[in-house]
């Protein structure tokens, strides 16, 4: 019998189609400039806030005529350094969980070593 759980994650429900290929339209050119999976590579916590204010401050600046590197998709830019906070903040919350814990409704089964 199939499981009918329903409050499993529907990520297909979460997310917009259209943004979510924007953003890895944007992953996929940094990735030429950065190395695939960069932000598996570890950005300092300050570096990536630094870095999602001012990509903010350009789509501000955009909002009133005034366009800065016009080639950089600046939304994605913050999503990516928003990703990376929400990332880094829930591997310390994983870090400290034990076998059996539960993680985002589920058994969690432990790191691997």
């Known amino acids: 019998m199939r499981d009918v759980d329903t ?3 529907d990520f297909g429900e979460y997310f917009s189609p259209l943004a979510y290929a924007r953003f890895a339209i944007h992953m996929r050119k ?7 999976g960069n932000w598996r590579k570890g950005i300092p916590q300050q570096e990536a806030l630094k870095s999602k204010r001012r990509h903010a401050w350009q789509v501000d600046m955009a909002e009133y005529g005034v366009v800065i590197e016009p080639e950089t998709d600046h939304l994605a830019s913050e999503m990516f350094n928003i990703m990376i906070k929400m ?3 829930e591997l310390e919350k994983i870090k400290k969980l034990k076998p059996g ?8 089964g432990g790191l691997k070593k």
């Open 7 to 9: 409050d499993k994650f």
């Open 30 to 36: 940094s990735a030429k400039k950065y190395g695939a």
């Open 87 to 89: 990332h880094e903040e």
């Open 101 to 108: 814990d539960n993680l985002y409704g589920y058994e969690f």
